[in-house]
C-alpha cells in the first residue's frame, strides 16, 4: 500500500557528509514512528535514528553525527549524516510504521560506503 523510496546513498571518503532521503508515496502524518536502520554483510540490521511522538533515538554509535529529520509537507524523511566513518558503511534503510511496536513498511535500502 505505502512505498518508500530511500535515495542518497553513495561513496565518501572518511570525515565526509551524506544526506539519505526517504520518499513516501502518500501522506506520512499518519506514521507515528519512522527510522533509519543499517546493516553490514554478515551482521544484525540495527537502529540508527528513529523518530517517535516528538522524540528522536540514535545509536550511541551515531550520536553527534547523524540527524534525523521528517518534512510531512514533502512526505519524507531525512538522515543528514556527518563525520562519517568506516563503520558507518552498510545498507540503509527507512521505515515508516503507525505505532511503536508495528514493524510497518520498509525502503528497497540505498548503499553507503566509507573508504578511509
Known amino acids: 500500500q505505502v512505498q518508500l523510496v530511500e535515495s542518497g546513498g553513495g561513496l565518501v571518503q572518511a570525515g565526509g557528509s551524506l544526506r539519505l532521503s526517504c520518499a513516501a508515496s502518500?501522506?506520512?502524518?499518519?506514521?507515528?514512528?519512522m527510522g533509519w536502520y543499517r546493516q553490514a554483510p554478515g551482521k544484525q540490521r540495527e537502529l540508527v535514528a528513529r523518530i517517535s511522538y516528538g522524540g528522536t533515538n540514535y545509536a550511541d554509535s551515531v550520536k553527534g553525527r547523524f540527524t534525523a529529520s521528517r518534512d510531512n509537507a514533502k512526505n519524507t524523511m531525512y538522515l543528514q549524516m556527518n563525520s562519517l566513518k568506516p563503520e558507518d558503511t552498510g545498507v540503509y534503510y527507512c521505515?515508516?510504521?503507525?505505532?511503536?511496536?508495528?514493524?510497518?513498511?520498509w525502503g528497497q535500502g540505498t548503499q553507503v560506503t566509507v573508504s578511509s
Open positions: 521505515n515508516a510504521a503507525r505505532y511503536l511496536m508495528d514493524s510497518g513498511y
Open positions: 502518500g501522506s506520512i502524518f499518519s506514521f507515528n514512528v
